[in-house]
């Protein structure tokens, strides 16, 4: 069969069950689909039905409460490479706003946050903006901050997991190199890219270093990299949460709205709101027993 629907549930909640198997497969026959035999990924958790059919309905209309369903093409499920988003995408924090707490700024900054990731605001504007309040704050802070970094679940199997299987994972930030890093070392990313904080080597000077890299630039990057690896566009696949990562999760083959702002989440189909990272590894048709487990640093 040409497709699948993927259903997935938080495996900290495995709540995926015969029953709302087969509330999807009803769906799935209500808008004229042949369904094939339910085929488990990990019991409770995830599993794929395949069907030929429509496949441009079913996104919207399969709602399973606590559960994700994601219609996909059977072929090229699996990816060689990938490029993810870090903040509310690898790691729970925006590390921004982290930074703003120190000068009690938090909610300031916060707010344009939200607002330049559900692309209400330019985010090159926004980032300037956001950077420019924290001019004087010492740069000890940074690794103060660096210590409140609470890693997004399943993160550390995600890129295990594509490693063992040869594949290359990029990690692709609006926000600044000094926790890009810290975190490419921790989860075993292969490559990191983001912006630059100026400083004097003891307090931050309010700006970043030119070029700033935003949604231009993380789209560039997964052109780069699949060139420079000799990848169809249609062999990645891109994860992340924000405007800036738009045009990245449109262009690779899998784009992956995780836990997305709304005005993300409405123009890309695949979208993970209930699971942990994990998920993109079901979503590539693999197996729980073939995952590579790692615990989250």
């Given at each position: 069969?040409?497709?699948?629907?993927?259903?997935?549930?938080?495996?900290?909640?495995?709540?995926?069950?015969?029953?709302?198997?087969?509330?999807?497969?009803?769906?799935?026959?209500?808008?004229?689909?042949?369904?094939?035999?339910?085929?488990?990924?990990?019991?409770?958790?995830?599993?794929?039905?395949?069907?030929?059919?429509?496949?441009?309905?079913?996104?919207?209309?399969?709602?399973?409460?606590?559960?994700?369903?994601?219609?996909?093409?059977?072929?090229?499920?699996?990816?060689?490479?990938?490029?993810?988003?870090?903040?509310?995408?690898?790691?729970?924090?925006?590390?921004?706003?982290?930074?703003?707490?120190?000068?009690?700024?938090?909610?300031?900054?916060?707010?344009?946050?939200?607002?330049?990731?559900?692309?209400?605001?330019?985010?090159?504007?926004?980032?300037?903006?956001?950077?420019?309040?924290?001019?004087?704050?010492?740069?000890?802070?940074?690794?103060?901050?660096?210590?409140?970094?609470?890693?997004?679940?399943?993160?550390?199997?995600?890129?295990?997991?594509?490693?063992?299987?040869?594949?290359?994972?990029?990690?692709?930030?609006?926000?600044?190199?000094?926790?890009?890093?810290?975190?490419?070392?921790?989860?075993?990313?292969?490559?990191?890219?983001?912006?630059?904080?100026?400083?004097?080597?003891?307090?931050?000077?309010?700006?970043?270093?030119p070029p700033i890299?935003?949604?231009?630039?993380?789209?560039?990057?997964?052109?780069?990299?699949?060139?420079?690896?000799?990848?169809?566009l249609g062999q990645?696949?891109?994860?992340?949460?924000?405007?800036?990562d738009l045009p990245?999760?449109?262009?690779?083959?899998?784009?992956?709205?995780?836990?997305?702002?709304?005005?993300?989440?409405?123009?890309?189909?695949?979208?993970?709101?209930?699971?942990?990272?994990?998920?993109?590894?079901?979503?590539?048709?693999?197996?729980?027993?073939?995952?590579?487990?790692?615990?989250?640093?």
């Amino acid at each position: 069969m040409e497709n699948v629907l993927v259903l997935i549930a938080n495996p900290a909640t495995p709540i995926l069950d015969a029953a709302a198997v087969q509330s999807a497969t009803d769906i799935l026959v209500a808008g004229g689909a042949e369904v094939g035999a339910v085929d488990w990924l990990a019991p409770g958790v995830a599993c794929d039905l395949p069907f030929e059919g429509p496949a441009e309905s079913p996104p919207a209309s399969v709602i399973l409460p606590g559960i994700d369903a994601v219609v996909l093409s059977v072929e090229g499920r699996r990816k060689r490479l990938l490029v993810a988003d870090m903040e509310s995408t690898m790691i729970e924090n925006e590390m921004l706003d982290e930074l703003a707490e120190f000068l009690g700024l938090r909610e300031t900054i916060a707010s344009i946050t939200a607002r330049a990731m559900n692309g209400e605001i330019d985010f090159a504007q926004a980032l300037a903006e956001r950077v420019r309040l924290l001019r004087g704050l010492p740069v000890s802070r940074l690794d103060e901050a660096a210590e409140r970094i609470r890693t997004m679940p399943g993160g550390a199997t995600l890129i295990a997991t594509m490693h063992k299987y040869g594949g290359y994972c990029a990690l692709v930030s609006g926000g600044f190199t000094y926790f890009t890093r810290m975190m490419r070392e921790r989860l075993g990313f292969d490559f990191d890219a983001a912006n630059t904080l100026n400083h004097d080597g003891r307090t931050l000077a309010g700006t970043v270093a030119p070029p700033i890299l935003g949604k231009e630039a993380k789209l560039a990057t997964l052109e780069r990299l699949c060139a420079e690896r000799r990848l169809e566009l249609g062999q990645s696949l891109a994860v992340g949460d924000g405007a800036n990562d738009l045009p990245m999760l449109q262009a690779a083959g899998l784009g992956v709205a995780f836990r997305a702002k709304p005005a993300v989440a409405a123009q890309v189909p695949a979208q993970i709101v209930h699971s942990d990272l994990t998920a993109l590894l079901y979503l590539q048709g693999y197996r729980r027993r073939d995952f590579a487990e790692r615990k989250d640093p």
